[in-house]
């Protein structure tokens, strides 16, 4: 089934209601993001960039990745959110390496330098296929069983692959918990002030939102991480950094086409149907899990008492105080390595 970006009038008459609602957020926004939060201090010379060296065939894709630490030590794999990259854990994965574990830090697909293996492949962004991208790379690296920890789009993809395949992961740390969700579910009318916090998600919906990301995608991937991350004072040279990742070709079609397929405007590929319907049941998790909320996270996500039932497992919740946003490894980077460490022994 085709997973190209749906032209205008495949659903304009879906999303031309929303239009007046769309500017009226844009005003709105404007004065959230002119509001003067609290502050934490400027943060200091960033560390060592993580430089993705290595690369393997997985599925569809051709993998990028980093990897530290000893060849047969315990593999612990960290995945990165939307719009950040692999240096989100420059600070954790050294730490990590340090203490004797195998840390394979990859490139989603869509970022830096994991690379479709054939033009003629859907450039598709719903979970399941991001989730199913772990389970490759694992495969192809020969990897039995390894712990995940991710946050945001990483933080879903770990979510699913602990859920669907918990015998491959000893145990998961989950910046926001549970976050595995279907387009079913997306379906549910969210009260305003939650809807307006998805305000990139119906501008994402529009042809003017796809033209607009692929024009200005290093200063909309900037002020995403301003809104998500409102205490974090990271410096120019940080974000730099993270922003040549989504030079990638591909990467403005993976974004849209997951925002898109969220609200059922996109199709996802009939391979993954099946894992979808599995999906959509809301699975428990049994593997050991800590799940992690940072104190000032302005990202949507939901409270840990919504998600905890569905850790049915070993498990406990953590939330980094201090003004921590959206990204906790790069914001909070000592206290992610022990939630990592710690969840390997659960």
Do not use: C
């Amino acid at each position: 089934m085709s997973t190209s970006i749906p032209s205008l009038p495949t659903f304009s008459r879906r999303v031309t209601r929303l239009l007046p609602w769309l500017l009226a957020s844009g005003l709105l926004l404007s004065g959230i993001a002119h509001a003067a939060p609290p502050t934490r201090a400027p943060m200091s010379t960033p560390p060592s960039a993580l430089v993705a060296n290595k690369q393997v065939d997985a599925g569809d894709l051709r993998i990028g990745y980093a990897e530290l630490g000893p060849a047969k030590g315990e593999p612990v794999i960290l995945l990165h959110g939307w719009p950040y990259d692999i240096n989100s854990y420059a600070e954790v994965a050294p730490r990590l390496a340090e203490r004797g574990y195998r840390v394979i830090v990859p490139h989603l697909r869509g970022y830096g330098t994991t690379t479709f293996l054939s033009p003629d492949t859907p450039r598709n962004g719903q979970p399941a296929a991001l989730a199913s991208d772990v389970i490759a790379l694992m495969d192809a690296l020969k990897i039995r069983r390894a712990t995940l920890a991710g946050y945001d789009w990483g933080a879903r993809s770990a979510d699913i692959v602990a859920a669907v395949w918990p015998e491959r992961v000893k145990a998961l740390v989950s910046v926001s918990g549970y976050l595995i969700g279907s387009q079913e579910a997306n379906r549910k009318p969210l009260p305003p002030s939650a809807e307006l916090q998805w305000w990139y998600q119906f501008y994402f919906a529009t042809e003017r939102g796809q033209a607009g990301y692929r024009q200005y995608t290093h200063d909309f991937a900037r002020k995403i991480w301003e809104l998500a991350s409102p205490q974090w004072k990271f410096d120019d040279a940080t974000f730099a950094r993270s922003a040549v990742a989504l030079d990638n070709p591909d990467h403005v079609a993976i974004v849209i086409h997951n925002y898109r397929w969220r609200l059922s405007l996109a199709e996802g590929e009939a391979k993954y149907a099946a894992l979808e319907q599995r999906l959509a049941q809301a699975p428990v998790i049994s593997v050991p899990t800590i799940t992690i909320e940072g104190d000032a996270n302005g990202a949507p996500h939901p409270k840990p008492d919504t998600y905890a039932t569905r850790f049915v497992g070993k498990y406990e919740h953590r939330t980094f105080t201090g003004g921590i946003g959206h990204n906790p490894p790069q914001e909070a980077p000592a206290e992610f390595v022990q939630a990592v460490v710690d969840a390997t022994r659960l």
